[in-house]
């Protein structure tokens, strides 16, 4: 993998991602190609509202290129890189998030997410980071989990800030992130390790 405008890329995890995280309302599995067009449906039938999302202007794609895109993230994952997660409410699949390893330090990882636009406001992406939070520090290396967005994303910040993530900085958005829709300024916010509470499963019961 090379190296991203964000700067070098840390060495890669002690171990691969998990493949699946269960949590009390929704489980994340890593995206299969039995299911890409399932994934497909669900971003075209998407495609306004994701249009802040880089990927969003590369779509439509074929099925063939979803599949080689879903085998590539598998490939990825196993190489201890990014995890590329749907999220499923029983037996749908409503969104999608992922644990992604391309900042420059080395003991944090970023966390990445959109939901379907009928399942938005229930907290199902707030359950998701919490998931992807706990599992990054299932990793001893990593002591920091981080959430970017646009400045303008007040439902993406309003994520962050229900999960306890703290804003540390506002930086110009890099050339790769950039879309049309977005503003080019991101807040930058993390959640370190020893802040994390780990009761969270108490309180979403
Ligand atoms: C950003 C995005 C993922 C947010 O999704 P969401 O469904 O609004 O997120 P959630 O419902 O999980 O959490 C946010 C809100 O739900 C609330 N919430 C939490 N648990 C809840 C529950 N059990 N029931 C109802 N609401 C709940 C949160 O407190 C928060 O509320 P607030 O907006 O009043 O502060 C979604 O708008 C999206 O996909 N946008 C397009 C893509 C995008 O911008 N991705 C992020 C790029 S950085």
Known sequence: MSEGPRGQLPPPLSQPLPRIIEGPRVTLRSHDVGAASTLGDL???NLDHLSILP????EPLTLDERRAMIEEWELTRLAGRDCVYGIWRDDQLIGSCGLHRRLPDPAALEIGYWI????EGQGFVRESVLLLTETAFTFEEI???????????DRSRAVATSC??????TVEMAQEFRTSAASGREDVTEMRRAA???AWRDETG
């Open 164 to 169: 306890g993530f703290q804003t540390v900085r």
């Open 143 to 153: 002591d920091v989990a981080v959430i970017c967005f646009d400045v303008q994303n």
């Open 55 to 58: 990927f969003a202007e590369r």
């Open 116 to 119: 379907d636009v009928a399942h």
């Open 43 to 45: 971003v075209m039938s």
């Open 196 to 198: 994390f509470d780990v």
